[in-house]
């Protein structure tokens, strides 16, 4: 029985977490639960799953949260909450499903602590991709990632990274896909927040349709799997079923292939090096009928070439794109830019940045994304 913290327990990934986990029967045991703000839901889960330890945003939430928790359990708030669940002797695997950079920290002090890892987040690894995986290395950690097409071809690889030649990184082209880009600004956000093949988080979401969550998905492949960006070809799959692929150097293609459902990846990143029986429907090809394949269109989706650009200049540079994206869309959430300008603000903001390349610290990377929070939200606010 194994152990496992679940932060970002809300969300969609952390939904879909605590229903793998109840459906692998008595193989984990839940001991702590995270949510920022959502305390209902959170209290909900904590009911049924009794965790020791729940994590809240802040203090006048944790106070607010009290009356609602199983009796006993210990609430904490904030950073230092979730850095107290990683560091507990009594959790050996954490699932890392916040959404934004907020889960960096904890993320490496889980590392640095030798837990298991489950990494649904992008943005820590994007961030601060050289210190995550390095810290691992030393540690001895093996990441297994969430994220639907890097558990793909971390499934793919199997081990053999070294014959890899590229790797096609699949993506179903986002709600916008077949709509006009002159058309983008008219589009009610609550329709962009209607990803046709995903249910997700409302920031992933919106990336999609920017296509930047592909762009930050070059980005932790590269680290993840330690590959060239210019070896990382992007194609859009509107099925999606493949999830990606991997080619060899003798030109031999391994992809991985199944219906759209995070709870797949979450339970192989859970049972990893085993495969546990079938949560998700298999696939019926016949139904499906063809799998297609297109180049995705950089005119229309400029945050690609923008996170391609960041990826290929390294240093900070994807640390701030990173964090300007999460603030752009957070404003574009709020009603206060238009869509097109999400890309045109980041874009901004990397232009302002003075990129260090060669290494650099984690104190770097906070600093380089608590800038590009605040040119972004003068970009935004002005
Ligand atoms: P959601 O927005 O649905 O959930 C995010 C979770 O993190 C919630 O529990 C939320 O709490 C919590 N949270 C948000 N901000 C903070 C913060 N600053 N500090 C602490 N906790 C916070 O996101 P998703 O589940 O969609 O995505 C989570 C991560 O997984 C992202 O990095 C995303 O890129 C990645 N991912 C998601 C996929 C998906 O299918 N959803 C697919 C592949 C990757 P609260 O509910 O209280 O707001
Ligand atoms: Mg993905």
Known sequence: MKNVAVLGSTGSIGVNALDVISRLHGRFNIVALSALSNIDILAKQSNLVRPKIVCVGDEALARKAKSAMPAGTRIVHGLMGLREIVVRRDVDMVIFAVSGTACLVPLLDAIENRKGIALANKEALVSAGPIVMSLAHKNGVNIIPIDSEHSAIFQCINGRSENVAKIYLTGSGGPLLDVKREKFDSIPAKLILKHPRWRMGKKITVDSATMMNKGLEIIEAKHLFSIDENLIDVIVHPEAIVHSMVEFKDAAIIAQLGVPDMRLPIEYALTFPHRADAIVKRVDFV????????????????????????????????????????????????????????????????????????????????GADAWAREETKRLCYH
Do not use: Q, W
């Not at 690609?304 to 990173?322: E, K, M, N, Q, S």
């Open 287 to 366: 139904k499906v009928g063809s799998l297609t394949f297109r180049k995705p269109d950089l005119k229309k989706f400029p945050c690609l070439g923008l996170a391609r650009a960041a990826a290929c200049a390294d240093g900070l540079a994807p640390a701030v794109l990173c964090a300007s994206d999460e603030e752009a869309v957070k404003s574009y959430l709020d009603g206060e830019i238009k869509f097109s300008d999400i890309p045109r603000i980041i874009e901004k903001v990397l232009t302002l940045h003075k990129n260090v390349r060669g290494s650099f610290s984690i104190n770097d990377v906070l």
